[in-house]
């Protein structure tokens, strides 16, 4: 197996508790999915968000979804003038038997323009 690093990134539409729950849930299932991953297969997670978020921390959207033993921490985008509001990114270590090349980064909803070079 090899460490492998897999990049997201969902645009919320509102600074909400749980609308930040349910985009970042559904960001971590689709990498998990699009990457035959399971928990087990988690190293860890980076979260980032932009400092226009402030209801609660993306880690806790994994935390809900059963991932309770992968380090997380949470960090602040920087706030660059016209960069894309209420953006939560992940890069996630991984344990895979997938090439760099094969690994599905992604990109949900207008998230997808922030990486139209990797987003699939």
């Not at 970042?24 to 226009?52: C, H, K, Q, Y």
């Not at 209801?55 to 935390?63: G, L, Q, T, V, Y």
Request: aromatic share 4%.
């Amino acid at each position: 197996m090899a460490v492998r690093a897999v990049r997201g990134a969902v645009q919320l539409e509102r600074d909400e508790a749980g609308h930040m729950d349910e985009q970042v849930g559904a960001l971590l299932t689709a990498v998990l999915e699009r990457n035959g991953l399971t928990p087990e297969d988690l190293i860890s997670i980076w979260f980032t968000a932009t400092p226009d978020l402030h209801s609660d921390f993306p880690a806790a959207a994994a935390r809900k979804l059963g991932i309770v033993d992968v380090p997380l921490i949470c960090a602040q985008e920087l706030e660059i003038e016209g960069a894309m509001p209420r953006v939560v990114r992940i890069l996630a270590h991984i344990e895979s038997d997938r090439s760099r090349a094969a690994i599905s980064h992604v990109y949900l909803g207008a998230a997808a323009a922030l990486r139209k070079d990797i987003a699939q």
